[in-house]
C-alpha cells in the first residue's frame, strides 16, 4: 500500500448478493458453482447457511446464462393471497393433504414460464401462434394434443404476469371447494357450511366425511394432464442442448407465507424438481437456508421422500483456502477501481508476529467459513484504517469488537424464526469463560432452561420441548440424557463447540455436524467453548478474567 492510503468507505463489497457492486468483476467459485451449473449433475437444491453465497451463486448463474435463464421470486406467486382464502385455511384445518394442489400449482408455474420464455410468449397473437405450430407438431399424438389443451384452458391469462396465473388456478380451485361445500369460499366468502368459521362444531364421524370429500376435490386437480405435459415439455419443447434453460428460484426464506403451511409448499415444490429431472435439457436450482431444509417434515406428508431429495442436495461450504481467494480477489478488484495495484488481500495486512500469529488465520478463525463473514470483518477493519497506508493490529482488534456485536445479531437474526427468543438465549452466554468446563456449560444451559419461568420469553415451545428430560423425575439419567437435546441446538447454529478427549482445539458444527449427535462424545468431552466468532460481541472472558482480546 507504499502507493496509495485507504480512503474512507474502501471496501470489499457488500456481504449480500443483490448489495454487491463487486460481485460480478470479482466472483470466486468454491467448486459449487460448476456443480450447480452443470448439466450432467443432478444437484440442485443448494443448501446452505445466511451468507454461504447461495444468491450469489443463483446470480452467477443469471448472469453467465442470460438468454437461458429463469428466475422466478416466491414473492411474484400471490402466496400470501393464496394461504389467505378461507377454502385454503379451511382444507387445512380439517387436515385435507393439500400436496396434489401444490403440486399442480408448482407444475403450472414452471411449465408456464419455461414456455413464455422459449416462444416469447407475450401478447394474443404470440399465443395463438405458439398452440398453432405445437398443434401442428403434435399432430399425430393424441395424448399430447389433449395435454394441450390444459394450457389453453388459460385463454386470456396465458402471457400475463405470473401471479394473475397463480391466483387464477387458486380461484378455480376454491370454487371448487366452495361447490363441494354448497357455500362460497372464495376471497370474500361468508364460510364453508358446517364449518370452523360458521361456528359449528363437527363430530368426529362429520369432519372424517368431509375430510373424504375435499380430500377428492384437491386429487381431483389436473396433476395427470400436467405430467403429460411435463414429456411434452421433454420431446417437443425443449428438445436441443441449444434450449437448454435454467430455472432458478430463491428467496424462500422470507416470510412470503404462512408458517403453518410453508413446510408443506416447500417440500412439494422438491417433489416437484425431481419429477421435472428427466428433461434432458432442464435444470431448476433451489436455494434454500440450512435451517428451513433441517425443519421440513418430509415424514408427515412426504411419504418417505427425504432420501430421494437429499441426493439432489448440494451443502454449500468455504474451506480457509478458498476464503483467501475471496479475499484476494476482491482486494485485487476493489484497489484496481481506487487506482491501486493490490495483488493479494495480505498486502493490507500487519506482518506476523509469535504473539498474535499469522493476521489472515487471526480473521478467518473469527467466521464461521462463510464469505459474509470474511467480507463483514475485512470491510470492519477498512472502516478502522481508513486514511492509513495499511492496517496494524489495533486495527483489527477494534474493528473485532463492532464485527463480533454485528455477528451476534446476524445469528439471533437467523435462527429467531425457528427459535423465538433466541437472542435471550445468546445473551445467557455473556461473560462465559472462554473454556468452559462441563459444571461453566451446565450453569449456563440451566439458565437458558430458566427463561422458561418469564412470561415474555417467546421460545416457550421448543425450549420446553428440548428440556422436557429436566421435569420427568429419571435417577439413572445421565448429563447427556439431560443436557443434549438443548446442546444439539447451540452447536448447530454455531454458538458452541466442545474439545473431545485427547484433543485440545474444540470442534464446531463446521468441523463435524455430527459430533453432538452422539451422547458418547458428549460424555467425554473435556471442555466447552463459545465460538470465537462472538467472543467480542458476547465479551467473552479469557482464564484470567479479562475479556478475549
Keep these: 500500500m507504499a502507493k496509495g492510503r485507504l480512503r474512507a468507505g474502501f471496501n470489499l463489497g457488500g456481504e449480500a448478493a443483490e448489495a454487491d457492486g463487486l460481485l460480478d468483476e470479482a466472483f470466486i467459485d468454491s467448486g459449487d458453482f460448476l456443480t450447480i451449473e452443470s448439466r450432467t449433475n443432478h444437484k440442485c437444491l443448494l443448501v446452505g447457511r445466511t451468507g454461504a453465497g447461495k444468491s450469489a451463486a443463483l446470480r452467477r448463474i443469471a448472469d453467465v446464462h442470460a438468454d437461458h435463464c429463469i428466475r422466478i421470486s416466491p414473492e411474484n406467486l400471490s402466496l400470501p393471497y393464496i394461504t389467505n382464502l378461507q377454502a385454503i385455511r379451511y382444507l387445512d384445518s380439517l387436515g385435507v393433504n393439500l400436496d396434489t394442489f401444490w403440486q399442480t400449482l408448482w407444475r403450472h408455474v414452471l411449465l408456464v414460464e419455461i414456455i413464455r420464455h422459449r416462444y416469447s410468449v407475450n401478447s394474443p397473437d404470440a399465443k395463438t401462434n405458439f398452440f398453432h405450430n405445437l398443434r401442428n407438431k403434435l399432430q399425430n399424438d393424441r395424448t399430447k394434443q389433449t395435454a394441450l389443451d390444459y394450457l389453453n384452458e388459460f385463454e386470456g ?41 360458521s361456528g359449528v362444531e363437527l363430530s368426529q364421524e362429520a369432519r372424517f366425511e368431509q375430510v373424504a370429500r375435499f380430500q377428492r376435490v384437491v386429487n381431483e386437480t389436473q396433476l395427470a394432464r400436467l405430467n403429460k ?70 415424514g408427515r406428508r412426504g411419504g418417505g421422500q427425504e432420501e430421494k431429495f437429499r441426493a439432489l442436495v448440494l451443502d454449500m461450504k468455504w474451506t480457509k483456502r478458498s476464503l483467501i481467494d475471496v479475499l484476494d480477489e476482491r482486494a485485487r478488484v476493489a484497489s484496481r477501481h481506487d487506482g ?7 498486502e493490507f495486512l500487519p506482518n506476523s508476529n509469535t504473539t498474535m500469529g499469522k493476521p489472515i488465520d487471526y480473521i478467518l478463525e473469527r467466521t464461521l467459513l462463510r464469505p459474509r463473514d470474511a467480507l463483514a470483518f475485512a470491510n470492519e477493519c477498512f472502516k478502522v484504517g481508513a486514511g492509513k497506508g495499511r492496517l496494524a493490529w489495533v486495527d ?50 440451566d439458565d437458558v ?21 429436566m421435569w420427568t423425575p429419571n435417577p439413572s439419567a445421565e448429563w447427556e440424557d439431560l443436557y443434549q437435546p438443548l446442546l444439539r441446538i447451540l452447536y448447530r447454529i454455531g454458538l458452541v463447540g466442545a474439545s473431545p478427549p485427547g484433543r485440545a482445539a474444540p470442534v464446531f458444527f463446521s468441523d463435524d455436524p455430527l459430533f453432538v449427535e452422539q451422547k458418547t462424545n458428549l460424555r467425554g468431552a473435556t471442555y466447552y467453548y463459545v465460538h470465537r466468532t462472538y467472543h467480542r460481541g458476547l465479551e467473552v472472558q479469557e482464564a484470567s478474567g479479562r475479556r478475549d482480546e
Excluded at 372464495?186 to 370452523?196: D, P, Q, S, W
Excluded at 491501486?340 to 495480505?346: E, Q, T, Y
Excluded at 474493528?399 to 424464526?417: C, H, I, P, Q
Aim: proline share 1%; glycine share 6%.
Design 449 to 469: 432452561i430458566l427463561l422458561l419461568s418469564d412470561d415474555e420469553f417467546a421460545g416457550v415451545v421448543w425450549l420446553t420441548d428440548v428440556s422436557s428430560q
Design 157 to 197: 391469462r396465458f402471457w400475463c404476469e405470473t401471479d394473475e396465473r397463480v391466483r387464477e388456478i387458486t380461484d378455480k380451485f376454491a370454487e371448487r371447494v366452495s361447490a363441494e361445500a354448497g357455500a362460497n369460499v372464495g376471497a370474500g366468502g361468508a364460510g364453508v357450511k358446517g364449518g370452523v368459521s
Design 340 to 346: 491501486v495495484s493490490i495483488n493479494a488481500f495480505s
Design 229 to 298: 405435459m411435463i414429456d411434452v415439455l421433454d420431446d417437443d419443447i425443449l428438445d436441443s442442448s441449444h434450449l437448454f434453460t435454467y430455472v432458478i428460484i430463491d428467496d424462500l426464506d422470507k416470510e412470503w407465507v404462512d408458517e403453518r403451511i410453508a413446510n408443506d409448499l416447500i417440500r412439494c415444490l422438491f417433489s416437484t424438481v425431481y419429477s421435472l429431472q428427466h428433461v434432458r435439457n432442464l435444470k431448476i436450482v433451489v436455494a434454500l437456508r440450512t435451517n428451513i431444509f433441517q425443519e421440513l417434515d418430509f
Design 396 to 445: 483489527i482488534k477494534t474493528a473485532e469488537r463492532a464485527y463480533s456485536t454485528g455477528r451476534v445479531l446476524a445469528l439471533r437474526d437467523e435462527w429467531k424464526g425457528t427459535y423465538p427468543g433466541i437472542g435471550e438465549v445468546l445473551e445467557r452466554f455473556r461473560r462465559a469463560p472462554a473454556r468452559m468446563s462441563r459444571e461453566d456449560m451446565q450453569s449456563r444451559l
